[in-house]
């Protein structure tokens, strides 16, 4: 028997197909689920359990039930503060990483030349380390020196402290991640080559615009491309750590900060600081999986606001 | 036959696999599911004691020791030495060099959690010595150096910083005092008078000469009609705002931690010298400041900073720059105030090797040999009092009258510290009081706020921290 696969088939797949697809898939994601089961579920399950003890490492946890999770809302004022940076670092980050990355990626599906090095070149930046990363970006965002400022000001704008005025701290940690959407701007691009050209050309016969095209074919037939980009910015944002204990850590002393009073702390570094420099491993445990139930809501309210506007052509049909 | 796989399973499955993903980020990094605390786990305020063995003769049965260094090149490459030389004396213990550039500690706490800590590890001292030994991971070495230890042969100083509830819980392995660094260099070229090796700067006199020695790119001083702090050139002073910055109180009379065991941060007198502190670079302009970074990197290794406080422990890299240079008493205001400290290498309670790693920390840091091979590598102010003469009169720079001003500035009488009245840096919690203090202290540095409007509110915060034994949650 030959299976063959067929995107946007209007045959309806019977039982037998849909354990043969089953099997399919699920060979796909076998070498990430044996992972997990073998090397992370004991860890993740284990932190379950230190998230209702306390535990400091070196003597055994006591179990001290819900205590960390309600410390976490009533007792502590920074862990309340990590929270505020982290969601206000992702309501920038996300959208504003989604419509520059969908933008680029526009503008990489324009058949000109040298395209290919255009494509590149955005594409580097997400190849660069996080440390590299984070000292080139303290060098562009210096107020008085740096290239940043320099285009501003040429422009007649303000140019701020991004790294030390407090209330430009989390901008400038955007415009970082912005810097790295290259990764988003490649699927963006996957999905936008994948639009049916035919239907471009039904619109323009039917003396459609660029923007009718654009609002009516191009976003439609994007929209799982955008909403998988969103997943996706939810869970990394909200887990931003490494570029700003780069930023904030002065090579010399090796003591991190968070930033101009703090305006860095986002929730991992905070969580880090819990587990590694307070030996407060069940509290970070307690933690991590508030984070985990935070991305969770968020992640299933975007799954369950897709049918409203996402558009999946085989559904349709 | 026509298989079909519609877009959505597809995200489905991508969205699965994210969720999945997002679930094994959120656990704590590498917890284990069995927790490792060691069979005899101690209670920090009554450590156990532990019983050496007597010092492991050439004829004693082989081990081998995991000892974890940290820090750049430099420190690896005389840890490197300090194994080739100690195989040669005790050939029948094998030391594995376990360095890490990054987070030490984590790397120890780990170690512990997994059950494969480190026998010694370096360094355990200031931030993390004092959590490390009231969390029970560090080893009571009472014991030991009662044994094998003879105070006449060290100075007193070697202990400031490893000794918490009493109990020593390392051994030296770095540093030593802090002193005014000095580049006779830029003094000359501004025609300035060098400081003199045996006095003190009033603070006075430390800003007059500081701003003759601060120099924007356009060649003008602090005070002088378009001087630009953003585009220096040259400053004249780097105070330190990390170990050893308390001396700005002291010197007016203030404390830190008072007997009472009191934090005095908002004294009048803290209020004052953590001003003043601050005024160096957002007032005075002669010092580096956040408010100002500059383009270049900034210090007194990069040969644009003519005066700078520094600890003995930046002799080596500042002698790699070429730096030609001296060194000076710290700087005073009403009462001669000096500083120092030492970074120890200390003793994992769990090591299953203990008499081995006691004989590694004896001969490193204790010892005549090891104790030469440190100061020899940049890294050791001598504790043993037969080296103190050929520290002084090492042929490396600085001058022989400069080097003697790091044992001056040990001097029992001017020498404090936070903690000091307690005989415990401060009581062990200076990686709380720095999380704490940092994010407020910042504006004062910024020149955002004056330092007596935060005061009060560090004060409170930093008493809870020592009455408490907990970090900040505000």
């Not at chain 1, 796909?28 to 998230?51: K, T």
């Not at chain 2, 009462?335 to 081995?356: F, L, N, W």
């Not at chain 2, 307690?422 to 062990?428: E, I, K, P, R, V």
């Amino acid at each position: 028997m030959i299976s063959v696969l067929r995107v946007g088939s209007r045959s309806r797949p019977g039982l037998r197909y849909r354990l043969q697809e089953a099997l399919i898939g699920w060979a796909f994601i076998l070498p990430a689920v044996l992972g997990l089961l073998f090397f992370q579920l004991g860890p993740v399950l284990a932190s379950l359990y230190f998230s209702f003890t306390n535990y400091d490492i070196v003597t055994p946890p006591k179990w001290v039930g819900l205590t960390n999770y309600v410390r976490l809302f009533t007792a502590d004022r920074l862990y309340i503060k990590s929270l505020t940076v982290t969601a206000y670092y992702s309501a920038l980050a996300i959208p504003l990483s989604l419509v520059v990355a969908y933008l680029v990626a526009l503008l990489m599906n324009q058949r000109v030349r040298g395209i290919s090095l255009y494509r590149t070149l955005w594409y580097l930046p997400s190849l660069v380390p996080a440390t590299a990363n984070g000292v080139l970006w303290l060098w562009l965002l210096n107020r008085d020196f740096g290239p940043v400022n320099f285009f501003l000001r040429l422009a007649g704008l303000p140019a701020p402290a991004w790294l030390s005025d407090p209330n430009w701290t989390v901008p400038a940690l955007v415009l970082v991640h912005l810097w790295g959407v290259g990764n988003a701007v490649l699927i963006f691009l996957a999905g936008l080559q994948g639009v049916p050209q035919h239907l471009y050309e039904a619109a323009e016969v039917d003396g459609a615009t660029w923007w009718h095209k654009f609002r009516h074919v191009t976003l439609p037939m994007t929209s799982s491309i955008i909403f998988f980009n969103l997943v996706m910015g939810i869970i990394g944002t909200f887990q931003v750590f490494s570029i700003v204990y780069i930023i904030f850590t002065p090579p010399a002393t090796e003591i991190g900060t968070a930033g101009p009073e703090n305006a860095a702390l986002v929730y991992v570094l905070y969580l880090y600081r819990n587990a590694f420099q307070y030996f407060k491993m069940g509290y970070a445990s307690a933690m991590a999986w508030v984070l985990l139930l935070i991305i969770l809501t968020l992640t299933l309210l975007v799954f369950r606001s897709q049918g409203r506007w996402v558009y999946y052509e085989a559904v349709r049909r | 036959m026509v298989r079909q796989i519609s877009r959505r399973a597809v995200l489905r499955l991508l969205g699965g696999a994210s969720v999945l993903t997002a679930l094994s980020a959120c656990s704590p990094p590498s917890p284990t599911p069995t927790p490792a605390p060691p069979a005899e786990a101690p209670k920090p305020a009554a450590p156990p004691t532990p019983t050496p063995a007597a010092a492991a003769p050439v004829s004693a049965p082989p081990a081998r020791i995991k000892f974890q260094s940290r820090g750049g090149d430099a420190i690896l490459k005389v840890t490197q030495t300090l194994v080739a030389e100690f195989k040669k004396a005790f050939p029948r213990i094998e030391v594995e060099i376990d360095h890490t550039t990054g987070d030490h500690f984590q790397k120890v706490q780990l170690g512990v959690a997994a059950g494969n800590p480190p026998d010694v590890y370096f360094d355990a001292s200031l931030r993390t010595g004092g959590l490390g030994w009231k969390k029970g991971i560090i080893e009571d070495l009472e014991p030991y150096l009662r044994r094998d230890f003879n105070p006449d042969e060290h100075i007193k100083e070697m202990w400031i910083a490893m000794v918490y509830d009493g109990r020593r819980i390392a051994v030296p392995f770095d540093s030593g005092a802090m002193a005014l660094f000095f580049n006779i260099d830029l003094f000359n070229q501004a025609g300035l008078p060098l400081p003199d090796p045996k006095k003190r700067l009033t603070w006075d006199e430390l800003l007059q000469l500081a701003t003759r020695l601060t120099l924007d790119v356009n060649g003008k001083h602090p005070g002088e009609p378009g001087f630009d702090p953003t585009r220096i050139k040259q400053y004249g002073f780097a105070p330190t705002l990390l170990h050893g910055h308390e001396h700005w109180i002291y010197t007016l009379g203030g404390e830190i931690i008072n007997k009472e065991g009191k934090v005095t941060v908002a004294s009048p007198e803290a209020i004052e010298g953590y001003q003043k502190l601050a005024d160096w670079g957002v007032k005075h302009f002669v010092g580096p400041s956040p408010e100002y970074k500059q383009a270049n990197p900034v210090g007194f290794a990069a040969g644009n900073v003519a005066m700078s406080e520094e600890g003995v422990w930046m002799l080596g890299r500042t002698n790699d720059a070429k730096i030609n240079w001296g060194v000076a008493p710290f700087p005073m205001q009403k009462i001669p105030v000096s500083y120092g400290h030492y970074s120890g290498q200390s003793m994992t309670r769990m090591s299953k090797a203990k008499d081995a790693a006691w004989q590694w920390m004896k001969w490193v840091s204790l010892d005549k040999e090891g104790q030469t091979i440190l100061f020899k590598g940049g890294l050791l102010q001598p504790t043993r009092k037969d080296l103190i003469e050929a520290f002084i009169n090492d042929s490396q720079p600085p001058a022989k009258q400069y080097r003697e001003v790091f044992y001056n500035e040990l001097d029992p009488n001017t020498i404090r510290w936070p903690g000091q009245h307690q005989n415990s840096f401060y009581l062990g919690y200076r990686q709380y009081w720095i999380d704490a203090w940092n994010p407020r202290y910042d504006p004062v540095l910024r020149g955002k706020k004056p330092y007596r409007e935060i005061a009060q509110e560090v004060q409170e915060i930093l008493q809870r921290i020592i009455d408490t034994g907990e970090p900040a949650t505000q």
